[in-house]
Nanobody, 126 residues
Framework: QVHLVESGGGLVQAGDSLRLSCAASERTFMKYAAGWFRQAPGKERELVAAVSYTGATTTYADSVKGRFTISRDNGKDTLYLQMHTLKPEDTAVYYC???????????????????WGQGTQVTVSS
């Protein structure tokens, strides 16, 4: 089973940038699609961005398109989320997860993901 550990969160001002990292415990991580989710207080967890197991295909929530970039380094078993032009509404706990099955999946289907990390807090002040 792949275990995931997120890092890189923090307190920033609106307009700033942050890069989140998600380290996987197993080399098999490279066989799975992966995604970043976030959950704000009182709201449901939402899919922010996802990437195919090869890294060639990505998908984004409309709210972050053009500001966030998801990527992965399969040589380092690590997933990244580069966030630019942060807004107060981006404040949430950010989680990474991997797909339940290997290979190609519907990246935008939240139910396809599992193996959540402990999360990292991102707080954006106005």
């Amino acid at each position: 089973q792949v275990h995931l550990v997120e890092s890189g969160g923090g307190l920033v001002q609106a307009g700033d940038s942050l890069r989140l990292s998600c380290a996987a415990s197993e080399r098999t991580f490279m066989k799975y699609a992966a995604g970043w989710f976030r959950q704000a207080p009182g709201k449901e967890r939402e899919l922010v961005a996802a990437v195919s197991y090869t890294g060639a295909t990505t998908t984004y929530a409309d709210s972050v398109k053009g500001r966030f970039t998801i990527s992965r380094d399969n040589g380092k078993d690590t997933l990244y989320l580069q966030m630019h032009t942060l807004k107060p509404e981006d404040t949430a706990v950010y989680y990474c997860a991997h797909s339940k099955t290997e290979g190609v999946i519907d990246l935008s289907a939240s139910a396809q993901y599992t193996g959540w990390g402990q999360g990292t807090q991102v707080t954006v002040s106005s």
